[in-house]
């Protein structure tokens, strides 16, 4: 079975940093696609940051400029690089991964278990 776990996140101060890790184990033929969502208190899960298996990569507005989505394909993982963080950062960021598992023909979706990010004074 394919794992997705997580690292990284906690409390930080407006203005600072934090990095995000990601790392898929398991039988995995290929990723084809690997993001970043969050979901901030009370409100629905958004897309923050993917990148494909070129390298392009994609950003919602509100984080262009300060956050850098980066992949390791040799090591199956993404990180999520957060600069200048604001208050409205503030959410439970989960990573994502678009997999195809040895011997299947189809990609299915997978979930980190989610990791709190707070930007707070």
């Known amino acids: 079975q394919v794992q997705v776990v997580e690292s990284g996140g906690g409390l930080v101060q407006p203005g600072g940093s934090l990095r995000l890790d990601c790392a898929a184990s398991?039988?995995?033929?290929?990723?084809?696609?690997m993001g970043w969502y969050r979901q901030p208190p009370g409100k629905e899960r958004e897309m923050v940051a993917t990148?494909?298996?070129?390298?392009?990569?994609n950003y919602v507005d509100s984080v262009k400029g300060r956050f850098i989505i980066s992949r390791d394909n040799a090591k199956n993982s993404v990180s999520l690089q957060m600069n200048n963080l604001k208050v409205e950062d503030t959410a439970v960021y989960y990573c994502y991964m678009l997999i195809r598992n040895l011997g299947e023909r189809f990609y299915q979706n997978y979930w980190g278990q989610g990791t709190q990010v707070t930007v707070s004074s």
């Open positions: 990148i494909g298996n070129s390298g392009n990569t």
């Open positions: 398991g039988s995995i033929s290929n990723i084809a696609a």
